[in-house]
């Protein structure tokens, strides 16, 4: 199976980004991370990205705090581009994307989210899942669209609330299932078997591997021996 290629954009620590690499490398996924773009220079997700042996390229994000401007959006996607990437996923990228640049990539950009959506959209969502009381959150990944965090959910992990948590201690919990799904579901799409239709995703059923052929088997008497 050839491999995905995939496009990371992270603006902080990537340790998302790390377990990709890390269930790449082992070749438990069939995901090659062609490039790592951080509008951020010192993001540790470059260094993360450089020990690897990955491209780590720093696009400087513009004037605005929140999201990038036209002419530096053009430059993500030549960068893309010039890489070959198959699907984006983004670790912790803290751009507001335009609509131009979703609807270029249209069903290939994915994004881990701390909560089990729609729950707790935005930021924090792990110390919003606490405050408010819920005996259950998790993590999910889903493909980005124009609103926050609102795209089609591909996988979901649960994770319980217990009475002695802190806020802290469940994002740790919640983090630790991230890393574990994050490259389940790439390797869903690599393995072509995520559908989508309107907001519902299906996952078809993983093939049977297929028996190997074996050579007919010799036949007795005279003809075994010639």
Request: no cysteine; charged share 25%; aromatic share 6%.
């Amino acid at each position: 199976m050839a491999k995905l290629k995939v496009g990371v954009l992270a603006s902080g620590g990537g340790s998302n980004l790390q377990a990709i690499i890390d269930r790449s490398l082992a070749g438990e996924i069939d995901v090659e991370v062609a490039v790592v773009i951080s509008d951020v220079a010192t993001a540790h997700a470059l260094e993360r990205a450089r020990r690897a042996g990955i491209p780590a390229v720093h696009v400087p994000p513009g004037r605005f705090r929140t999201k990038l401007e036209p002419e530096i959006e053009e430059r993500y996607v030549e960068t893309l581009e010039r890489y070959g990437i198959d699907v984006i996923a983004l670790a912790g990228f803290m751009r507001i994307l335009h609509d131009e640049f979703l609807a270029r990539y249209s069903g290939r950009i994915v994004n881990v989210h701390p909560s089990l959506l729609p729950s707790f959209p935005g930021l924090a969502a792990q110390r919003q899942a606490f405050e408010y009381g819920v005996r259950w959150t998790g993590a999910t990944v889903h493909f980005v669209d124009a609103g926050v965090d609102t795209g089609p959910i591909i996988v979901q992990a649960v994770v319980p609330v217990r009475d002695d948590d802190t806020a802290e201690t469940l994002a740790a919990r919640v983090l630790d299932e991230e890393h574990r799904i994050y490259p389940e579901a790439l390797q869903l799409i690599a393995e072509g078997r995520v559908h989508v239709a309107g907001r519902r995703v299906a996952i078809a059923e993983r093939p049977e591997p297929r028996e190997p052929e074996t050579a007919p088997a010799a036949q007795e008497g005279k003809d075994a021996g010639r």
